[in-house]
T-cell receptor
Framework: NAGVMQNPRHLVRRRGQEARLRCSPM?????VYWYRQLPEEGLKFMVYLQKENIIDESGMPKERFSAEFPKEGPSILRIQQVVRGDSAAYFC????????????FGPGTRLTVL | DQQVKQNSPSLSVQEGRISILNCDYTNSMFDYFLWYKKYPAEGPTFLISISSIKDKNEDGRFTVFLNKSAKHLSLHIVPSQPGDSAVYFC?????????????FGKGTLLTVNP
């Protein structure tokens, strides 16, 4: 976990509001993955990004969800018009260097939609 | 369609004994397997991994065994310690391309009793 930063750690939104989740990868890592964990479930892949590129968004819901990883700054997962079913823990992971297979996770953002 | 399965939701072991956590997968394209440990309200922490070209990998108290023909892997913890109590996730990836997205099982809650 060391080095991958996520904020906020907890986020409460009312239905219809927007949620923005941020992820700063480990120093030297340029690959970011986002996962979602619903209660009593494992983590599910959402999107894989490199700097300024979305590589694989096959796990993202088609509507309301978007992600970016700009040249400067953190990766952002954006959820528009949140619904109660979006309540979950959202984790990002980063890889880089020699060990692309080993992803290091952040502490997660727990989103609660009222 | 769950491609990675952890069929035991929970496991209870006495301190000092061996813990064996099991994982099955269905996708024969998976060629890299990882175990993560997760405490409540934290992100997953990488434990140990194994490539499909190997059948065993050892790191201290942790050993992972891979049986490709059975599409089965297991994590052995010897000796088990109370601090090992956590949820353990098995994950798999296909490293054939450059996308190392992970597919997770639902996890096994390990409780090590003093």
């Amino acid at each position: 976990n060391a080095g991958v930063m996520q904020n906020p750690r907890h986020l409460v939104r009312r239905r219809g509001q927007e949620a923005r989740l941020r992820c700063s990868p480990m120093k030297g890592h340029s690959h970011v993955y986002w996962y979602r964990q619903l209660p009593e479930e494992g983590l599910k892949f959402m999107v894989y990004l490199q700097k300024e590129n979305i590589i694989d968004e096959s796990g993202m819901p088609k509507e309301r969800f978007s992600a970016e990883f700009p040249k400067e700054g953190p990766s952002i997962l954006r959820i528009q018009q949140v619904v109660r079913g979006d309540s979950a823990a959202y984790f990002c992971a980063s890889t880089g260097g020699q060990a692309y297979n080993e992803q290091f996770f952040g502490p997660g953002t727990r989103l609660t939609v009222l | 369609d769950q491609q990675v399965k952890q069929n035991s939701p929970s496991l209870s072991v006495q301190e000092g004994r061996i813990s064996i956590l099991n994982c099955d997968y269905t996708n024969s394209m998976f060629d890299y397997f990882l175990w993560y440990k997760k405490y409540p309200a934290e992100g997953p922490t990488f434990l140990i991994s194994i490539s499909s070209i190997k059948d065993k990998n050892e790191d201290g108290r942790f050993t992972v065994f891979l049986n490709k023909s059975a599409k089965h892997l297991s994590l052995h913890i010897v000796p088990s310690q109370p601090g090992d109590s956590a949820v353990y996730f098995c994950a798999a990836s296909n490293s054939g391309g450059s996308n190392y997205k992970l597919t997770f099982g639902k996890g096994t809650l390990l409780t090590v009793n003093p």
